[in-house]
């Protein structure tokens, strides 16, 4: 019988993930203009957690990785919807979820998350979970809405 002796694990220092959280809040706090981070983390929670439901499958597991624990944990703990929002409903939704929140305040707040998210998570896994949007969601992710051409 051969013993062997353990050999020291290497490890890759990563990032806490407060620092991520935070960076992702303050990216956000930055994009809509939030006067305190407190204001941006209410907003960021609110956004993803609207989003969580309309994402699926492989791009669910894909962004929950991609983000920080904290923000993980609000897309994952989210039930799948039986109908997927349009764009417009979507941000309705939102504006039901903040207090005093309008249609274009919710609007902006959406756009400063998913804008924020789609700069963090890159192209192609934003592509992915646009395709399994209703067409509009492009405009809230800071990307053109082109239509195709026929």
Same mark, same amino acid.
């Not at 959280?21 to 407190?38: F, S």
């Given at each position: 019988?051969? $013993?062997?002796?353990?050999?020291?694990?290497?490890?890759?220092?990563?990032?806490?993930?407060?620092?991520?959280?935070? &960076?992702?809040? &303050?990216? $956000?706090? &930055?994009? !809509?203009?939030?006067?305190?981070?407190?204001?941006?983390?209410? /907003?960021? =929670?609110? /956004?993803?957690?609207?989003?969580?439901?309309? *994402?699926?499958?492989?791009? =669910? /597991?894909?962004?929950?990785?991609?983000?920080? #624990?904290? +923000? @993980?944990? $609000?897309?994952?703990? %989210?039930?799948? /919807?039986?109908?997927?929002?349009?764009?417009?409903?979507? *941000?309705?939704?939102?504006?039901?979820?903040?207090? !005093?929140?309008?249609?274009?305040? +919710? #609007?902006?707040?959406?756009?400063? $998350?998913?804008? *924020?998210? @789609?700069?963090?998570? !890159?192209?192609?896994?934003?592509? =992915?979970?646009?395709? %399994?949007?209703?067409? !509009?969601?492009?405009?809230?992710?800071?990307?053109?809405?082109?239509?195709?051409?026929?």
């Amino acid at each position: 019988m051969t $013993v062997t002796t353990p050999q020291p694990r290497t490890t890759i220092p990563t990032q806490p993930d407060t620092t991520a959280w935070e &960076e992702l809040t &303050e990216a $956000v706090r &930055e994009a !809509g203009q939030y006067t305190t981070r407190a204001e941006a983390e209410r /907003v960021t =929670r609110t /956004v993803l957690s609207a989003l969580g439901g309309h *994402v699926t499958g492989e791009e =669910r /597991v894909a962004l929950a990785q991609a983000l920080p #624990r904290q +923000a @993980a944990q $609000v897309i994952a703990s %989210q039930i799948p /919807v039986t109908r997927p929002l349009t764009a417009r409903e979507f *941000v309705d939704s939102i504006a039901i979820r903040i207090e !005093g929140a309008t249609p274009a305040t +919710a #609007r902006w707040d959406a756009s400063s $998350v998913l804008s *924020v998210l @789609a700069d963090r998570i !890159g192209d192609p896994l934003t592509t =992915r979970i646009l395709a %399994q949007l209703p067409a !509009g969601y492009a405009l809230l992710f800071g990307r053109a809405d082109l239509a195709p051409t026929a």
